[in-house]
């Protein structure tokens, strides 16, 4: 007999996996929520085009893409953001600005499977549109340490490191370079630290001086501590980098009202993210203990929306997936959990009393506790076998001896103690009252 198995990149969900990452959901939710922010989803289909438009043919070979039977060329969806600029645009007229949105969905990409990183791995997006100033930016980067901080993460186990590609332009600009090639060094930058330096300085002196590179070793060297970057820039720019640095200044002082603390932000001028369509700050976070992988990134595009959408509309937002995050938290000890326990398992004598506990499976039930019972006569030791291995709070008991006596016992699972109490209208209630405070010892 043949046995079929999942799809290379492809993950299968057990009742207790399925636990740790709806536990992952519930703590993004509750962080999104807490900050205002709205869910929204999309179709996980989409035309072929809507990611062409935003990342050109060469996306294909990345995609799981096909024609389907109406002819038309579709792709499961990579990423959120063009399906937010489609919906965005639809209705931008009657929708009220600015916009704070979040999902949480399923992407896939047709890419080698590896740690941290699948074919299928679902992802929290969040964004704010219509909004250009340093408010949206810091509000986002807010949700997303508290997002971390939701996660069971805190100070020494995750930091975000902030940049300005606006900065980089100017820099890059200065020296002569127009944006294909700036676009090129950000792909170098983006890599800072895989290589060793003679190799990146050899790759940026394609494009740079020497000058301009030392520049760009010294700024990233110093980042962390100055706010002024890339050599103070460059002659005839000063004022408005004046004006930048006010900005970037602006940024800290608003996430330090916001009660992030300064341990979890900092400045880094080596983060400029890969993608083109970035347009101003640019953000990743990533852990500080173990492999110091990245865990989230995002950033300032405010020409995308205009480019996918045909709405001009500023933006600012990051997308962060479930495989890093819960490796980490797994490293840690740590996973998340949202599996309900069971409040009651219903204890059955024989057959005989079953049409009496079924009455009151569904009276616990409509009462909202949740309740599981034998779907078959078994004798009273598996019965409290199963109670323990579900983790039921309490174990309701119904044999013959309980009926004749117009009672059911209740036996508490974690203090041992059992007592006798009425089967009357006012069961429910009191059944309730002891899953939420317990039976004393």
Known sequence: MSTFQSLPGFREFYPEDCAARNGLFRAWRAAARRQGFVEYDAPVLEPLELYQEKSGEE??????????????KVALRPEMTPSLARLVAAKAGSLRKPLKWFSIGEMYRYEKPQKGRGRSFYQFNADILGESGVGADAECIALLVEALKECGLGEGEFEVRISDRKLWFLFLQAYGLDEKKA??????????GRDPETVTKGKLLKYLPDEGVERIFSSIKESTTKYMLLGDVMTGKVEYLNARGKDIIELFKCLESLGISGKLVKQDMSIVRGLAYYTGFVFEAY???????????????????????????????FGMGDMTVSDLLNELKRPLTDEGKLDIYLVIGSDKERPEALKLVGQFRAAGLSVDYPLKEEKFGKQ???????????AVILGPDEVAAGQVKIKDMLSRVEVAVPNNPGLPANVREIVEKGLPA
């Open 384 to 394: 409290f076998k199963t109670a323990e291995q579900c983790g039921a709070r309490l």
């Open 183 to 192: 676009l090129e060094v950000f792909t170098i930058v983006d890599k800072w």
């Open 59 to 72: 996306i294909k070979s990345q995609l799981f893409e096909f024609e389907d039977k109406g002819g038309r």
């Open 287 to 317: 852990q500080t203990v173990g492999t110091a992988r990245a865990l989230a990134g995002g950033g300032r595009y405010d020409d995308l929306l205009m480019k996918l959408g045909g709405v001009d509309m500023p933006a600012v937002g």
